[in-house]
């Protein structure tokens, strides 16, 4: 039962992770599994389960799905009434499953139905789709008049899909034209300091826990952002000439050519 719920949300979670996102797309993802999560809160849905994972047991000749030891809880929580004691295993994975629904689309309501999100939705489809908002007066930085200008300039020569992108294109422009997309600059840096999501930074973190470990506590600092260099652009080490950097290495002197050879 498990493995059904864990899959729309590590689905989910690969797509969040993306590094090129738009908070639009991203609120869709969340409401697509929102969507499909109640779907599944049936009666149908759990007795298939259940009889999967009774299937399963049996197959692995496992000992069947059975009533966990229920404690009688004292009478300081229930006072005169009787605990309630669900009949059989099924009725009582029923309600833990129904409960595990119930907290997933409770926490999607938390963490994705926030005024933030929305503001940076409005934001973001300022710049992708050239839709003026009054959110943009919130900002001093932004000039309505002159961003609408600037936006339908930068649409009519060059094309984008994500905010990314469009640092992209401005990151590689000569300064003179630049000057020209002020405004849409502006914009552009509002929205990359707000990061839509913090999967990457949490993959920074969740790298160095596996880099300094107790066993390499006295790693300094140096040598620490060197490794982690190494291992957040490993794509990018992948692809380099490994023969040649030993080549340039050891053609420094000759003591290093008389100890390594040639690779040539």
Same mark, same amino acid.
């Given at each position: 039962?498990?493995?059904?719920?864990?899959?729309?949300?590590?689905?989910?979670?690969?797509?969040?992770?993306?590094?090129?996102?738009?908070?639009?797309?991203?609120?869709?993802?969340?409401? %697509?599994?929102?969507?499909? @999560?109640?779907?599944?809160?049936?009666?149908? %849905?759990? !007795? *298939?389960? =259940?009889?999967?994972?009774?299937? *399963?047991?049996?197959?692995? !000749?496992?000992?069947?799905?059975?009533?966990?030891?229920?404690?009688?809880?004292?009478? %300081?929580?229930?006072?005169?009434?009787?605990?309630?004691?669900?009949?059989?295993?099924?009725?009582? &994975?029923?309600?833990?499953? &129904?409960?595990?629904?119930?907290?997933?689309?409770?926490?999607?309501?938390?963490?994705? !139905?926030?005024?933030?999100?929305?503001?940076?939705?409005?934001?973001?489809? *300022?710049?992708? %789709?050239?839709? @003026?908002?009054?959110?943009?007066?919130?900002?001093?930085?932004?000039?309505?008049?002159?961003?609408?200008?600037?936006?339908?300039?930068?649409?009519?020569?060059?094309?984008?899909?994500?905010?990314?992108?469009?640092?992209?294109?401005?990151?590689?422009? @000569?300064?003179?034209?630049?000057?020209?997309?002020?405004? *849409?600059?502006?914009?552009?840096?509002?929205?990359?300091?707000?990061?839509?999501?913090?999967?990457?930074?949490?993959?920074?973190?969740?790298?160095?826990?596996?880099?300094?470990?107790?066993?390499?506590?006295?790693?300094?600092?140096?040598?620490?952002?060197?490794?982690? +260099?190494?291992?957040?652009?490993?794509?990018?080490?992948?692809?380099?000439?490994?023969?040649? +950097?030993?080549?340039?290495? +050891?053609?420094?002197?000759?003591?290093?050519?008389?100890? =390594?050879?040639?690779?040539?």
């Amino acid at each position: 039962m498990a493995e059904d719920l864990m899959g729309d949300l590590e689905c989910l979670n690969a797509s969040l992770q993306l590094r090129k996102q738009t908070v639009s797309g991203m609120l869709e993802a969340v409401d %697509h599994v929102k969507t499909s @999560m109640q779907d599944k809160r049936t009666e149908e %849905h759990f !007795d *298939v389960l =259940f009889s999967k994972a009774t299937a *399963v047991a049996t197959k692995l !000749d496992l000992q069947p799905i059975q009533m966990p030891h229920v404690r009688k809880p004292t009478k %300081h929580y229930t006072g005169q009434a009787a605990a309630h004691i669900h009949p059989d295993a099924q009725s009582l &994975y029923r309600a833990q499953f &129904y409960n595990a629904l119930d907290t997933v689309n409770t926490q999607f309501i938390e963490r994705f !139905d926030q005024a933030g999100f929305h503001r940076l939705q409005q934001l973001e489809n *300022v710049l992708l %789709h050239g839709d @003026m908002d009054k959110v943009v007066d919130e900002y001093p930085e932004l000039n309505s008049r002159l961003l609408q200008v600037q936006l339908a300039m930068f649409e009519a020569n060059y094309t984008y899909d994500t905010s990314s992108d469009v640092a992209s294109i401005i990151r590689e422009m @000569m300064p003179e034209v630049k000057g020209l997309f002020g405004q *849409v600059e502006a914009l552009v840096r509002l929205l990359l300091v707000v990061p839509a999501s913090s999967a990457e930074a949490e993959r920074s973190f969740s790298a160095l826990r596996r880099l300094k470990t107790w066993l390499r506590s006295s790693m300094s600092q140096t040598r620490l952002n060197n490794v982690a +260099i190494c291992h957040v652009h490993q794509k990018k080490l992948d692809r380099l000439d490994l023969e040649g +950097i030993c080549q340039s290495f +050891i053609s420094v002197n000759d003591k290093r050519k008389k100890a =390594f050879g040639s690779f040539a």
